[in-house]
C-alpha cells in the first residue's frame, strides 16, 4: 500500500505528510461521530435498552413554577435542570395549526379570552402569556414546530391532549423530523388506538414512535381496569413497551404492579407524581417532606419513569441513590 502511494507522491515527506493529515481527518470523523448523538438519543437508547437502574424524569408542563407554564423558558428550563422528558400540552387553532397551551380556552394562561379554537394562530400570537400569578409576561404562545425546534436533541417531548387530533398532530411531528423526539400516550383500547393512529401505528410498533397506554385505577373500577390492562399486556405489539398507571389508593398498587413486572417484554412503569388523587397518596408535596416514604416508595414498587412538578429536587434525590447514570 505504501508503495503505491508514493507513486502519487514526490517523495517520503509528501507521503509522510498525507498520512499525517489523513489520519487526522480519521481521528476528526471519529469523534465527531461520537459527538453526533445527543441527549434525545442517549435517552431513548436507554429507553430501549434492558437497564431499569436509570430512572426517567418527566417535567409536567415545563419549569412552570419560574415561568409560564408551556412556555419557551419553562421548557428551556426544565433541559438546564436535566429532565429527561417535558410535558407540553396542544390546543388546535381555527386555521388548523397546533400551539401550547394547557386549556381550551385563554382565560388563565394568556392575555386574551375565548377559545383557543376561536383564532387564528396570527390572531393569537398577539397574545402574551401569564406568569402562575396572573401577570402578563415576555413569553407569546408556542407552535408545535417552534417547541420541537427548541426541543430537538436536548429532551424528549410529551405530547399531551393529543387524542383529540392525533393523526394531524403525528403529521405535523412526521414534518419535522421529530418522530423520534416525541412520546405519546392514550387509555384507548389497542384496537382504538391502532384506528386513531393511522399509519403511524407502524412508527410505534417499530419503536420510532414512543407510545404508552394510561391506566388509571380506581377502588371502583379495578376490576375492569385489571381486565383491559392484561389484554394489552397479552397483545402487546411495541418494541419499547411502558404503561402509565395512575391510582388513587395504595392497595391498588401491588396487584397492577406485579402484573407488569412479570409481562414478558417488562415494560417500563410511568407513575405521575404530582398529587395524590394518582400517585397512590404518594405525591411531590410529600415526598419534599419525606423523599424516602413518597418517591422512594415508588422506587421499591418498581417504577422507573416518574413525573414531577419537583425536578430539581428529585434529581437530586435519585442522584444521590445513583439513578441518574445515563
Known sequence: MIVVLRTF????????????IFF???????????RAESKTDAIRNKISSNDRTYVFVAM???????????????????????????ELD????????????????????????????????????????????????????????????????????????????????LDVVSSVGAM????VKSSSSLDKTKEQFGK??????????????IVSFTIKNKDNQIKFLKSFIAEEPRKNSMYEVCFNDP???????????????????????LWDSISAKHSDKSALLEPDGNWGWWLEKGATMLQSDYVAELIVYLSGKGLRNL
Not at 9 to 20: I, Q, T, V
Not at 180 to 183: G, H, Q, R, S, T
Not at 200 to 213: K, N, T
Not at 260 to 273: D, H, S, Y
Open 24 to 34: 487526522h481527518v480519521v481521528i476528526l470523523l471519529i469523534l465527531t461521530s461520537a
Open 200 to 213: 403511524y401505528w407502524e412508527s410505534v410498533v417499530s419503536g420510532e414512535l414512543l407510545y404508552m397506554p
Open 180 to 183: 423520534k423526539e416525541v412520546l
Open 9 to 20: 507522491f514526490n517523495g517520503r515527506k509528501d507521503l509522510k505528510m498525507f498520512l499525517k
Open 90 to 169: 396542544v390546543q388546535r387553532t381555527k386555521d388548523g395549526r397546533f400551539v401550547l397551551n394547557h386549556d381550551a380556552t385563554l382565560n388563565r394562561t394568556t392575555t386574551g379570552k375565548g377559545n383557543v379554537s376561536d383564532f387564528t394562530l396570527e390572531e393569537l400570537k398577539k397574545l402574551k402569556l401569564k406568569d402562575q400569578k396572573g401577570r402578563p409576561t415576555e413569553y407569546s404562545l408556542l407552535t408545535l414546530e417552534e417547541a420541537l425546534d427548541i426541543t430537538r436533541g436536548k429532551i424528549l417531548v410529551n405530547i399531551d391532549k393529543f387524542t383529540k387530533h392525533p393523526r394531524e398532530i
Open 251 to 273: 392497595s391498588l398498587v401491588p396487584e397492577v404492579i406485579k402484573m407488569l413486572k412479570e409481562a414478558p417484554n417488562q415494560p417500563r412503569i410511568w407513575v405521575n407524581t
Open 60 to 86: 409536567h408542563r415545563g419549569d412552570w413554577r419560574n415561568f409560564p407554564e408551556n412556555s419557551k423558558g419553562a421548557i428551556l428550563s426544565a433541559i438546564r435542570l436535566g429532565a429527561d422528558i417535558v
